[in-house]
Antibody, heavy 115, light 110 residues
């Protein structure tokens, strides 16, 4: 059974870079798309972007200038970097398997942007 | 890209059927058969219920079904059960090669 686990700082200062890693277990990261999706507290879901295991990416245009998603196949991990964060970036960040629909999700990581 | 429009809330009694709508445009829901639906219980990660408009993943109850007409997709839950009480989100591929979620619907079992 494929499992995903997000890890990274739970508190980030405004203007700094949010960094999260998703570790995939129970299966190979190869041959799939891998996504990041976020959910501000009490609000709906927002697609951030995805990466194919080969490294090709696709990002939400509203975040594109600040987002980088990368993959490390040797560690079975993929990562999210979101730069110049503000309070509106406070959210639960989910990693998930898939590029267009998502059948496997991590439990989510709450990241708060605050000084 | 604006979020797809869903009703804020839908309710029904146990055993009844309910339908949640997801309205987009001719550039997303209406253009592609790439609509998916997710169930989210409080404090939990979303769970895939339907993909590609009407396909059910293995393990999802056949009480859940999906359809689409024009720019509106729908999720129907038949034989409503207490555990169906949750938030539901639709998602669609768009002509901009991106993905957009719906506004979310809270389902209440009376």
């Amino acid at each position: 059974q494929v499992q995903l686990q997000e890890s990274g700082p739970g508190l980030v200062k405004p203007s700094e870079t949010l960094s999260l890693t998703c570790t995939v277990s129970g299966g190979s990261i190869s041959s799939y798309y891998w996504s990041w999706i976020r959910q501000p507290p009490g609000k709906g879901l927002e697609w951030i972007g995805y990466i194919y295991y080969s490294g090709s990416t696709n990002y939400n245009p509203s975040l594109k200038s600040r987002v980088t998603i990368s993959v490390d196949t040797s560690k079975n991990q993929f990562s999210l970097k979101l730069s110049s964060v503000t309070a509106v970036d406070t959210a639960v960040y989910y990693c998930a398997r898939g590029g267009g629909w998502w059948g496997y999700w991590g439990q989510g990581a709450l990241v708060t942007v605050s000084s | 890209q604006s979020a797809l429009t869903q009703p804020a809330s839908v309710s029904g009694s146990p055993g009844q059927s309910i339908t949640i709508s997801c309205t987009g445009t001719s550039s997303d829901v209406g253009a592609y058969n790439y609509v998916s639906w997710y169930q989210q219980h409080p404090g939990k990660a979303p769970k895939l219920m339907i993909y590609d408009v009407s396909h059910r993943p293995s393990g999802v109850s056949n009480r859940f079904s999906g359809s689409k007409s024009g720019n509106t997709a729908s999720l129907t839950i038949s034989g409503l059960q207490a555990d169906d009480e949750a938030d539901y989100y639709c998602n669609s591929y768009t002509s901009s090669n991106t993905y957009v979620f719906g506004t979310g619907t809270k389902v209440t079992v009376l």
